[in-house]
């Protein structure tokens, strides 16, 4: 599959339009002349109620024709069974394109060639590398110690995963620093090693920061980085988690998100829209500045994922007569 071209930058009469419309960014967003292309990921369900929650997910947004969906990996292979069995499922029976996540910890070397050569026979061609959380439930941030026989990060396991060929690989990037990252400096420096070894695009860490994520952008491709960078957008209703999942992987939450849900725990329908329209609004942005690819943490829900992609203009493929 051939990476999507480079969107071109806003020109000073974009700019100039943009100053004059009486619209804001969302309403402008479905009239945007770029079309936008999504992708979403699901995490592989650990009960009957979670499994039955997660195929009520993927028939929601399935008609919404995303350019690929993923399925995560949990640390040391936790969930390799069930995120195999999600991902052959989806093949058989949906119009999907999946992409499996594959992490290098807690794993030989030998044992994530299997998984890589197991998905290649099952179809898969697309495999998102990850180096993974460190293991033992310190999570992200955590001291990490690679195996001495394993792989140890994502650009040794991107290496590996096309040594055995045939995949698109997809890595992450950090727009505001990977909490175990002396600098962004250094971050970039191993973004462009990931590209040296055969990754095909870039799907960022969630972010709230929409300046910071474009002052990533830029450095990026001033630094010679030239794959796609799709942003990663995370409409969390629940902001406690939100605290804590940002906290984890150094993403910032500026006051005034959460001035937006103070005083709303016990209000979660104001809490789902709220989570909507900051998301909404920070994709409408975000294709202002000439981006059409995003990648939706759906957290095995459809609603927030659904309303915002109409926002910006995504709508189910028309069905033949």
Avoid at 194 to 200: E, R, Y
Avoid at 286 to 297: I, R, S, T, V
Wanted: charged share 25%.
């Amino acid at each position: 599959m051939v990476a999507p071209a480079a969107n071109p930058a806003p020109t000073l009469a974009d700019a100039r339009a943009l100053l004059l419309s009486p619209l804001g960014p969302v309403a402008r967003a479905g009239d945007n002349a770029n079309p936008v292309r999504v992708s979403f990921e699901f995490f592989p369900p650990k009960s009957e109620e979670a499994e039955a929650n997660l195929w009520k997910a993927v028939r929601r947004l399935e008609p919404l024709n995303p350019a690929f969906v993923s399925v995560t990996y949990g640390a040391g292979g936790s969930t390799r069974e069930r995120t195999h069995r999600t991902v052959t499922r989806m093949l058989a029976e949906t119009t999907l394109k999946p992409a499996a996540h594959l992490t290098c910890v807690e794993a030989s070397r030998d044992e994530v060639d299997e998984v890589i050569r197991d998905y290649k026979a099952a179809g898969v061609d697309h495999i998102v590398a990850l180096r993974g959380d460190p293991p033992g439930g310190s999570g992200i941030g955590g001291a990490y110690q690679p195996r001495a026989d394993g792989y140890a990060n994502a650009t040794e396991l991107a290496q590996a995963i096309q040594r055995i060929g045939g995949f698109q690989t997809t890595v992450g990037a950090y727009p505001e620093k990977h909490p175990e990252s002396p600098s962004i400096e250094h971050d970039i420096d191993v973004l462009k090693a990931k590209v040296d070894a055969g990754a095909t695009r870039a799907v960022s860490q969630f972010f709230f920061d929409i300046d910071a994520f474009l002052r990533f952008r830029d450095r990026i491709r001033a630094a010679g980085v030239t794959i796609p960078l799709i942003p990663g957008i995370m409409p969390v209703s629940n902001f406690r988690a939100l605290q804590r999942m940002s906290a984890a992987c150094g993403a910032a939450v500026p006051g005034w998100l959460a001035a937006h849900f103070d005083g709303l725990d016990d209000d979660p329908e104001t809490r789902k829209l709220l989570a909507a329209s900051v998301a909404a609004e920070t994709c409408a942005r975000l294709q202002e500045e000439g981006f059409a690819d995003f990648h939706f943490y759906t957290l095995n829900r459809a609603d927030l994922v659904y309303a915002i992609c109409r926002v910006l203009g995504v709508r189910e493929k028309a069905v033949s007569a």
